[in-house]
């Protein structure tokens, strides 16, 4: 069967592709960048991508936030969109970027004991072990990032943004005789 053949309701072998490449690239990857708003923030100077960690499950990344401990979640509302970019585990470089439908699931609904199910498999250092989905339910939100189907295209230029102003400093040059001191044989007395 060719994509010509298909019904006019049935998704195209490109479509397929590149749900596929969504879903392979989002499973493998240890982090996603997220940027609310839209497929337009990609291109705002305003908001920022931030990395977090999240897991594939059912069509959709699942991440958990927003509350002590937790990774922060700005921008991303329940009903809104958001640009998700996908780099790979092996070089870190930018594999897809693809637009994301909100969704933030209701505390201990069918949908919310899923996904938390799966979070809490992936969620290392947690503080208070089984009683984390707890925590969750009240003082956190899960949110799913589904797909819409619209591949973003790679940006053209260098997207890296300056570093955030901070009073944190370098470390100050090593002084020239440490290497000296450290490396040099001592000598062995003779007998």
Same mark, same amino acid.
């Given at each position: 069967?060719?994509?010509?053949?298909?019904?006019?309701?049935?998704?195209?072998?490109?479509?397929? %592709?590149?749900?596929?490449?969504?879903?392979?690239?989002?499973?493998?990857?240890?982090?996603?960048?997220?940027?609310?708003?839209?497929? &337009?923030?990609? +291109?705002?100077?305003?908001?920022?991508?931030?990395?977090?960690?999240?897991?594939?499950?059912?069509?959709?990344?699942?991440?958990?936030? &927003?509350?002590?401990?937790? +990774?922060?979640?700005?921008?991303?509302?329940?009903?809104? @969109?958001? /640009?998700?970019?996908?780099?790979?585990?092996?070089?870190?470089?930018?594999?897809?970027?693809?637009?994301?439908?909100? /969704?933030?699931?209701?505390?201990?609904?069918?949908?919310?004991? @899923? =996904?938390?199910?799966?979070?809490?498999?992936?969620?290392?250092?947690?503080? &208070?072990?089984?009683?984390?989905?707890?925590?969750? =339910?009240?003082?956190?939100?899960?949110?799913?990032?589904?797909?819409?189907?619209?591949? %973003?295209?790679?940006?053209?230029?260098?997207?890296?943004?300056?570093? /955030?102003?901070? @009073?944190?400093?370098?470390? +100050?040059?090593?002084?020239?005789?440490?290497?000296?001191?450290?490396?040099?044989?001592?000598?062995?007395?003779?007998?």
């Amino acid at each position: 069967m060719t994509a010509d053949s298909l019904p006019a309701d049935s998704p195209t072998s490109d479509a397929l %592709l590149e749900a596929a490449l969504v879903e392979e690239a989002t499973k493998k990857s240890g982090l996603i960048w997220v940027r609310g708003g839209g497929a &337009d923030a990609q +291109q705002s100077p305003g908001g920022a991508s931030r990395a977090l960690w999240h897991v594939w499950h059912e069509g959709a990344a699942c991440v958990v936030g &927003d509350g002590p401990g937790e +990774q922060p979640l700005p921008g991303l509302v329940g009903g809104g @969109s958001a /640009v998700v970019t996908v780099r790979s585990k092996d070089k870190g470089g930018r594999l897809v970027g693809w637009a994301a439908h909100v /969704v933030e699931l209701v505390p201990d609904s069918p949908e919310w004991e @899923s =996904a938390v199910a799966e979070l809490k498999g992936k969620r290392l250092n947690a503080p &208070d072990g089984e009683a984390m989905p707890a925590r969750w =339910a009240r003082e956190c939100r899960v949110l799913r990032l589904e797909p819409t189907g619209t591949i %973003l295209p790679l940006p053209d230029g260098d997207l890296a943004r300056a570093p /955030v102003a901070t @009073s944190a400093t370098t470390r +100050q040059p090593v002084p020239a005789a440490v290497p000296r001191l450290l490396f040099t044989r001592r000598k062995r007395g003779k007998g």
